[in-house]
């Protein structure tokens, strides 16, 4: 006698405590493994793009902060070189540093909330208010800065919108010197945990050629031992002026590109971070951040491509100017978006718990896929 | 000695026999579930940097009081295409069975619901019905997350069962009996008279004893802990996975019940351990009783060392609750197969072997 076997259908999301937003996974289940994961996207579709088209400039730099919620100053950032690329602007050498500190400030911030909520899928709780402990002090260095804590606004077309608040390098001194110490009691907590370990290691493993074939970017394509990191490989900005390092995965407790080494390419992301930050407190000029802001944004006609390495990969703009005021079309390329697809491939024969461990180890933000 | 004073009072046997039975539920595990809520949240917090609950009295110690009117002031959500009698059930028995428990375990010698010789197998047997509760549960309500929480669940509580049983029988071979008043009294006095230091005595048996017994009590706190399922084995209701899993559909005093099973759960875990290799309600160090010359004080003692063993064990849990992660469902089980049964095994052979020739 053969026992009649179904194929259970079961829906995770949109409202579920651990796809990090709204995002609905479609799970094939045979018992308790995976056979097919299909995502369906586009809960929190805002028209990001389709707006983007009747705004001028600068108005679009509160939209893009609200595309990657967890990393706002990049995103900025990113939209505001676009820009100046397409306009050629030289800004000051003291905002380049701004710019600089504000990026690795907001790519620990959001590391932290990576590591945390991975933690929290995981099931150990205590980690997840470990890192948002130590992330808000890096929200109050963004509060003294621009006024908000998630959504800033700061940086702007050809600079940014008021220089730093006299405390503000002091602080950020103090800061780097708190979280040395952080990240070890991180890593005895969390990362080398045996069941934490056993949990993610050999889990969702994702080849280098795979990762290179889907577009992965970012921490998860340095984890498959992919050293490729656009502030060393396309410097933009002044990143070529520090002096760093760039972590890959090499399959230290399992298999290389495995969801513990995506995990802990962040973590030592973050110390690099940290260095960076201290060269640049130490080399940053005075001088006035405002001079190079362009009275009326009116780029030339003509097309741009520019791109920054993101906390989670490969952000591109590609605007395209008519020469007016409004751009006649922003396209944004998202990391988040692009790493999502390979979720599939890395799910099937796993189980139900591993797509938590293998979703919470890619990292998404869904505000950055369905923009 | 309290049977005779509810005799004299009831003039029923039975009626005795019950009240006696229920006494402990009512005097001490329905406060200690909202003493351990509380307890929970603090030392959580603590852990995590936080204060915790703050507001209602004194630094939250009205806390849990305040949740449970919320609990019941809250809908008893039935969905349309639940069993309604299995749902209904489920909660009823989850909680029967975890109480059930309490009523042999001895708080002092002359505080303990019954003093029945079956005493161990009974809470084994009582503990069981609690899967029965969890798979109707997870059945009844028609829920994709509850049904994969309840398969979990039993599967591991099953299989945790058999380390459980067989460092049961490594302790029966050692003490002779099931009751777990006289196991108490067995190990009496001084805390090196306990079992994990090799029970009373000083033959050579004791000496050779003691790291068996050690493995065993540890064996036992894992796999029973395992059994009422907090984390690392909260696989069956693993938040990050399955929502709530077999008590996700459940709202107000129904999940309520499931919860303050769970706390039960937790103090049932540790009054076993401490009662099998602890020493039970006897003091580490005599008792002052004894010294004073005032023989009523002793049960008092007792009382207060088997709830301070309790507490710390329980403690304990919520330790390793807020720093240890999850463990995976094949993982949970390869633990118990691998590593807890085997283990169990030679020691159980070899404590056999070690009263048979010494």
């Known amino acids: 006698m053969s026992l009649k076997t179904e194929e259970m259908i079961l829906n995770m999301g949109p409202q579920h405590p651990s796809t990090h937003g709204v995002l609905r996974l479609e799970l094939k289940l045979e018992g308790e493994i995976i056979t097919d994961v299909i995502p369906h996207i586009g809960y929190l579709h805002r028209c990001f793009e389709k707006h983007a088209e009747a705004m001028t400039y600068p108005q679009i730099i509160p939209y893009t902060d609200r595309m990657d919620y967890l990393a706002s100053m990049y995103n900025e950032f990113g939209y505001v070189l676009a820009v100046e690329k397409l306009m050629g602007i030289e800004v000051p050498e003291r905002v380049e540093y701004i710019r600089v500190i504000m990026g690795e400030l907001q790519r620990i911030a959001s590391h932290l909330v990576a590591l945390g909520t991975y933690g929290a899928d995981i099931g150990a709780f205590t980690p997840f208010l470990f890192c948002f402990r130590d992330r808000e002090h890096i929200l109050h260095l963004f509060e003294i800065t621009s006024g908000a804590r998630l959504l800033y606004n700061y940086i702007w077309i050809g600079g940014v919108s008021h220089d730093l608040h006299p405390d503000f390098l002091r602080l950020t001194k103090e800061f780097v010197d708190y979280f040395r110490p952080k990240v070890k009691e991180l890593n005895e907590l969390l990362t080398f945990n045996q069941i934490f370990i056993d949990r993610t290691a050999n889990v969702g493993v994702l080849p280098a050629e795979t990762a290179i074939n889907y577009g992965i970017t970012g921490p998860n394509l340095r984890a498959s031992g992919v050293k490729w990191d656009l502030r060393k490989d396309d410097p933009y900005s002044i990143y070529d002026r520090f002096d760093f390092e760039i972590p890959v995965g090499n399959g230290e407790k399992g298999t290389c590109g495995d969801c513990w080494d995506r995990y802990y390419v962040r973590v030592k992301e973050m110390e690099e971070s940290l260095k960076i930050i201290e060269q640049a407190i130490e080399q940053i000029p005075e001088g006035d951040v405002t001079s190079a802001i362009p009275r009326r944004v009116k780029p030339p006609a003509g097309q741009v491509y520019s791109r920054v390495e993101n906390p989670r990969g490969e952000l591109g703009y590609f605007i395209i100017s008519d020469g007016s005021v409004n751009p006649k079309r922003v396209k944004v390329r998202a990391p988040s978006f692009v790493n999502l697809e390979v979720l599939g491939e890395l799910c099937k024969g796993h189980m139900v718990a591993d797509v938590v461990a293998i979703l919470g180890s890619i990292d998404i933000v869904l505000g950055e896929i369905d923009r | ?358």
């Not at chain 2, 029967?96 to 005493?119: K, Q, T």
């Not at chain 2, 004073?292 to 849990?317: C, D, H, R, S, Y």
């Not at chain 2, 089980?333 to 085997?342: A, E, G, Q």
Request: charged residues 10%; proline residues 4%; hydrophobic residues 55%.
């Open chain 2, 1 to 358: 000695m309290m049977y005779d004073w509810l005799y004299n009072l009831t003039g029923s046997e039975i009626l005795a026999a019950v009240i006696q039975s229920l006494l402990p539920l009512f005097l001490f595990i329905l406060p200690f579930a909202l003493f351990a809520v509380l307890l929970e949240r603090k030392v959580s917090a603590h852990m995590q940097d936080r204060l915790g609950p703050m507001r209602v009295g004194y630094h939250g110690i009205l806390q849990t009081v305040a949740d449970i009117i919320k609990l019941v002031q809250k809908e008893d959500i039935i969905a349309r295409d639940n069993d309604k009698l299995f749902f209904n059930l489920s909660p009823l028995i989850v909680f029967m069975g975890s109480y059930a428990a309490f009523a042999v375990i001895p708080f002092s010698s002359v505080f303990l619901g019954s003093n029945i010789d079956l005493g161990l197998i009974f809470i084994v047997a009582v503990t069981g019905l609690v899967v029965a509760g969890i798979l109707m549960g997870g059945w009844a309500s028609n829920n994709k997350y509850s049904l994969l929480g309840a398969m979990r669940s039993a599967a591991q509580i099953i299989s945790y069962e058999i380390p459980t049983m067989m460092i049961i029988i490594v302790v029966i071979m050692l003490t002779g009996t099931l009751n777990l008043y006289t196991m108490s009294e067995w190990q009496t006095s001084y805390f090196w008279n306990w079992l994990i230091f090799g029970g009373p005595g000083f033959g050579l048996a004791k000496f050779i004893l003691i790291p068996f017994m050690m493995m065993s009590a540890l064996i036992l706190f894992i796999s029973t802990l395992a059994e009422v399922n907090p984390t690392p084995f909260d696989i069956p209701e693993a938040e990050s996975e399955l929502v709530s899993g077999y008590h996700t559909e459940y709202s107000g005093m129904k999940f309520a019940m499931f919860f303050l099973a769970e706390y039960a759960n937790m103090f049932a875990v540790s009054a076993i351990l401490s009662a099998l290799f602890f020493g039970g309600f006897q003091s580490p160090f005599g008792y002052l009783g004894n010294l004073f010359n005032v023989p009523a004080l002793i049960p008092f003692e007792q009382f207060f060392w088997f709830t301070a063993k309790g507490i710390f064990f329980v403690f304990v849990q919520m330790w390793l609750r807020w720093t240890l992660p999850r463990f995976r469902v094949d993982q949970l089980m390869t633990f118990c197969w691998k590593y807890l049964i085997p283990f169990a095994f030679v020691i159980l052979i070899i404590v056999g072997l070690i009263t048979v020739l010494l």
